[in-house]
């Protein structure tokens, strides 16, 4: 998978921020950058992308009727300095709207979000990915997750221990936010420290749950849900 992108805006540090981010992420490539969306729709006639990352306030013609003169309309994530557009930007179906100043987490779990939509409409093809996220390491280094591959995350305070079947990671990010992140078939919150992968369980005894040798406690209120779950019941 790769995904073929561009940037519209017409502020020349806004655009360089979005494609220093994105040389961070790997499966996608910046097919060009416009400061106006005239010269975009032209483009756009010739060839096709993928995603667009777009400003509204341009010149010419805003984001928004941009949006809505599109014949055949690729993902779009809206980047703004305003947030009273965000209610009509999800009315045309953009993907996410990021408001500037836009942090690297942030864009990373729109990042996310553009990943899993283009693996579901791969999800037919003979060969497929695995499912998978990217989590930040390393001040600005990416790593690939595969999810298959999750046993736990845990909660430590402003951080979360990331356990897989072959490593471990440290990595700024809340437990709620990272969950988020994970499809709630397969993944669930136990206590307000731990989200598990359901299928990695290898025992329930009580209020407790055993993965990988290791037994962890179900909070009081995760418990019926876990319940409902995990157990069917």
Do not use: W
């Amino acid at each position: 998978m790769n995904v073929k992108c561009l940037i519209i805006d017409d502020e020349p540090l806004a655009v360089n921020v979005i494609k220093n981010y994105l040389l961070q992420v790997n499966d996608v490539t910046l097919v060009n950058t416009f400061n106006n969306a005239v010269d975009a729709l032209n483009f756009l006639k010739n060839n096709k992308v993928d995603l667009i990352f777009l400003d509204i306030n341009m010149p010419l013609l805003d984001g928004l009727s941009f949006i809505k003169s599109l014949e055949t309309k690729p993902e779009i994530i809206i980047t703004s300095a305003y947030e009273e557009y965000a209610v009509e930007s999800f009315e045309l179906e953009v993907l996410d709207y990021l408001v500037k100043p836009i942090s690297f987490p942030r864009f990373l779990k729109a990042m996310n979000k553009v990943f899993k939509i283009f693996s579901d409409k791969n999800s037919n093809n003979l060969i497929q990915e695995r499912p998978y996220i990217f989590i930040k390491i390393d001040k600005k280094k990416l790593k690939k997750i595969y999810l298959d591959e999750l046993l736990i995350i845990e909660s430590l305070k402003d951080y979360l221990k990331i356990t897989t079947e072959t490593n471990r990671y440290i990595i700024h990010q809340t437990l709620s936010s990272f969950t988020d992140q994970l499809p709630s078939d397969n993944f669930i919150r136990i206590h307000r420290s731990y989200t598990i992968a359901i299928d990695k369980v290898d025992t329930v005894e009580g209020n407790s749950i055993e993965i990988a040798g290791i037994r962890y406690t179900i909070g009081r209120t995760y418990i019926d849900d876990v319940k409902n779950k995990i157990l069917n019941i």
